[in-house]
């Protein structure tokens, strides 16, 4: 089973940044794709980022030069860089990973950590 933790979340003001964290345990392979997902308040929740074993990113529109998605395999680490920070990115921040990246962007993942809060004013 693998297990993902995420930390960074808190509030910030418009124009700021934050780095979130997952930290992965179990059987988590350098090859499966990991993604950050989001979830405002009475809202679906939406793929923000993705990479999968080889390094490739994908980003939603929204986030496109503002967010960068990276991992540390060594460290079993997803992280994501949040510049530019707008109040439209407020929402509960979740990490997740999957054997396969069919998925893409869309939250139909296997793996899930408990979300990480995120406001900003």
């Known amino acids: 089973d693998v297990q993902l933790v995420e930390s960074g979340g808190g509030s910030v003001l418009a124009g700021g940044s934050l780095r979130l964290s997952c930290a992965a345990s179990?059987?988590?392979?350098?090859?499966?794709?990991m993604g950050w997902f989001r979830q405002a308040a009475g809202k679906e929740r939406e793929g923000i980022a993705t990479?999968?074993?080889?390094?490739?990113?994908i980003y939603a529109d929204s986030v496109k030069g503002r967010f960068t998605i990276s991992k540390d395999n060594n460290k079993n680490t997803l992280y994501l860089q949040m510049d530019n920070l707008k109040p439209e990115d407020s929402a509960m921040y979740y990490c997740a990973a999957d054997p396969s990246c069919i998925a893409s962007l869309a939250p139909r993942y296997n793996y899930w950590g408990q979300g990480t809060q995120v406001t900003v004013s």
């Open positions: 990479i999968d074993g080889d390094g490739s990113v």
């Open positions: 179990g059987y988590l392979y350098s090859s499966y794709c």
